[in-house]
């Protein structure tokens, strides 16, 4: 361990260049950034990562989840010698800087993950440790560890208050994920005061109920918490070290009060702090030249341990692993067997996904994933590829939320590409983790089956009717609802090319699987014509089921007159970045339009004059009769396309029986 003074002089540092980034700002939570610095001090020495290389896979991961403390974040990064410099410290917070309110994966090398939303930190720690459980099943050998490594996640009240971390802490006990310690900033503080007015339950009996190993250390006490660390080494647990600490520690006015936790100090009390801890009170951003010696120790301990890694990975008894780790690395989708299904066979789309994840997965090492309690209802299970920590099948448990936040770390790891599944009514469950990983730009994807009213009996509580639009208003997420089993394949090859998530909404009810015909454009784009009449004068625009219906309804719509094109459009956003007169091809401009979705179809008005969606939650019967009570059907199609052109247009253009 470091000398004592040493480590107390590393914590100021940290200490007052949070403060000065805070204060400079106007804006931040200096509280957590001085209660932490001890602990962070002492971690920093013991991390095994390379500043100059953010993405060696064998690093230890320290994920922040209380994202707040950015300005802690920062300062370590900067000492550390990552890319990040003092200037970057100083423009804390400002428009356009590396250095954001709370840490975003991608602006600062060193943010292993975004976080902020409390909790979703330490559900990504279980991800990157499920990661790791299962890179070392597939890699490591006796006589080689190939992956070895820890992660680390910093984390607070709120974080152990959310729901999703005890989701994700009963996941981790379960699965024993031995390289997981969670550094608890115990200092019993929160917004509105002290901690025990919402909640007083105990944290070491709700670990070690779940499975984890428990310690608890003075957080201010540099020899408590090496040693805390050093003894979670070769351990067969996850462990939680509850370090109880101050907040605000070190500042003259603040210490232990609230009122720390999320405004500047002010220049008074930082100048007397400073001044206490024997800092130069009229110096900001200053960092004394032993500390930043000591804390950049790692650049060049960081960048040896890299080398010996790769060393190893280059002996000649490793082939076999190092093969195995290029084909994780570097995913040969050319190497699919997709799936071919015949046209005019019924199919539901989530049975056809089962066949299309399956042959991912044979040909795609690094695809795994799993569902929360659902695999026999959603056809996710990988056939005859094992159980996790074994396997690639991951047994979520009913656990949505935290299942969402374990795979986006999964995506980060470095070596998968992960799925999750449940019903789409529960996404809801899941969407401040979506959320995320389409912030990040995560190549992962979300499997949501029972995409609509078609779910049946089990009523309005399991059909989704706004989850569609809730999520194609989020940006950078991708959201596919193939109208057949062949659509899904050519929807799930496009997936696979995006440097973003996706999401898969899947019938429950067999779909006829359409001819492979288009009259224009095809499914990779979007949005494309299915069937195009000559002097049409309306355009049918539907996805998923309703594509079926809106065919047939456009052969009779043809006896009443009415000319119709038909548009299927299973991803709308791939739809929008086509060019414009691509667009204008698919949908006619000198047609009426009418959208036809099961769902709420807000969105469709971008397109569409009229839209034949839901405008009520459904109701608990047959899925058949749902589609007639609603409209779904080549009736009502037909009907509400009659009802756009009135009645003198039918009856001048009919060309046989109307209804």
């Known amino acids: ?95 356009g800087s590396k250095t954001p309110g709370h840490p975003e994966y991608g602006d600062v090398p ?47 009240d709120g974080d152990l208050e959310e729901g999703i971390s ?81 907040i605000a520690k070190g500042s003259c006015s603040f210490e232990g009060k609230a009122s720390s936790h999320g405004a500047p100090l002010g220049e008074e009390d930082i100048r007397c702090s400073k001044e206490r801890a024997g800092f130069d009170p009229d110096k900001s951003f200053f960092v004394p030249e032993d500390v930043l010696s000591r804390f950049r120790c790692a650049v060049e301990k960081g960048d040896l341990a890299e080398r010996e890694w790769k060393k190893l990975l280059n002996e000649a008894p490793l082939v076999e692993q190092n093969e195995a780790l290029k084909a994780l690395s570097n995913p040969d989708f ?20 089962h066949k299309i994840l399956n042959a991912i997965a044979k040909a795609v090492p690094g695809f795994l994933g799993g569902s929360a309690d659902l695999a026999p209802s959603n056809k996710t299970y990988l056939n005859n590829l094992g159980d996790f920590p074994n396997g690639r099948n991951i047994h979520f ?30 996404s809801d469950y899941q969407k401040p983790a979506v959320r995320l990983a389409a912030l990040m730009g995560l190549k992962r994807f979300f499997v949501w089956t029972h995409d609509s009213i078609g779910v049946g009996e089990d009523g309005p509580t399991h059909q989704p009717i706004e989850q569609i639009s809730q999520f194609r208003a989020l940006s950078g997420f991708y959201l596919f609802r193939p109208a057949d089993a062949s659509e899904n394949v050519a929807c799930w090859k496009k997936a696979l090319t995006l440097d973003a998530p996706s999401g898969f909404v899947l019938s429950r009810q067999k779909l006829q699987t359409l001819k492979p015909f288009t009259a224009y454009g095809s499914a990779d784009k979007g949005g494309y014509l299915v069937a195009k009449r000559e002097n049409a004068v309306l355009t049918i625009v539907a996805s998923g089921s309703e594509v079926m219906t809106s065919l047939k309804a456009a ?32 949908i006619d401009k000198n047609t009426k339009v009418l959208a036809v979705e099961a769902a709420s179809g807000i969105e469709w008005y971008k397109y569409a004059d009229e839209v034949l969606c839901m405008s009520s939650f459904g109701a608990s019967g047959k899925a058949s009769d749902l589609f007639k009570k609603f409209g ?24 046989g029986e109307t209804i």
């Open 1 to 95: 361990m470091e000398d004592k003074k040493m480590l107390k002089k590393m914590s100021d540092t940290i200490r007052f260049l949070s403060l000065d980034m805070i204060q400079r700002a106007n804006s931040g939570h200096p509280g957590v950034c001085l209660g932490m610095a001890d602990v962070m001090s002492v971690l920093s020495q013991r991390l095994k990562h390379n500043p100059k290389n953010p993405k060696w896979l064998n690093r230890d991961r320290v994920v922040f989840s209380g994202g707040h403390a950015s300005a802690m974040i920062y300062s370590f990064l900067y000492l550390s010698g990552y890319d990040i410099s003092l200037e970057d410290l100083k423009n804390f917070r400002q428009l």
């Open 110 to 156: 060193g943010v292993e993950i975004t976080t902020g939303p409390l909790g979703q930190g330490v559900a990504n720690a279980v991800g990157f440790a499920m990661a790791s459980k299962y890179a070392k099943k597939v890699l490591n050998s006796e006589t080689a560890k190939i992956i070895d490594h820890k992660v680390y996640c910093l984390c607070g």
């Open 166 to 246: 005890y989701e994700a802490c009963a996941l981790a006990g379960k699965n024993e994920l031995e390289d997981l310690v969670l550094i608890y900033d115990s200092n019993k503080i929160t917004i509105e005061g002290s901690v025990d007015i919402a909640w007083n339950e105990s944290v070491r009996q709700r670990f070690e109920a779940q499975g984890w190993r428990v310690l608890e250390i003075d957080g201010h006490d540099y020899e408590a918490i090496d040693k805390a660390l050093d003894s979670c080494n070769e351990q067969t647990k996850p462990t939680i070290i509850i370090a109880h600490t101050i």
């Open 334 to 353: 050319s190497k699919i067997d997709w799936p071919e299904f015949e046209a005019g066979s019924e199919v539901a789309t989530r049975e056809s996904n």
């Open 397 to 426: 448990g009913i656990r949505e939320h935290a299942m969402a936040a374990i795979t986006n770390a999964m995506s980060l790891y470095g070596l998968f590409l992960p799925f999750d599944a449940t019903f789409f009514v529960f």
């Open 555 to 586: 052969c009779h719509l043809e006896v009443a007159g009415i000319n119709a094109n038909v548009v299927s459009m299973p991803c709308m956003e791939i739809f929008e970045e086509q060019s414009q007169e691509y667009k204008d091809r698919v």
């Open 632 to 655: 779904f059907t080549i009736k009502g199609v037909k009907q509400k396309a009659m009802e756009m052109f009135g009645k003198e247009y039918i009856q001048t253009h009919a060309k």
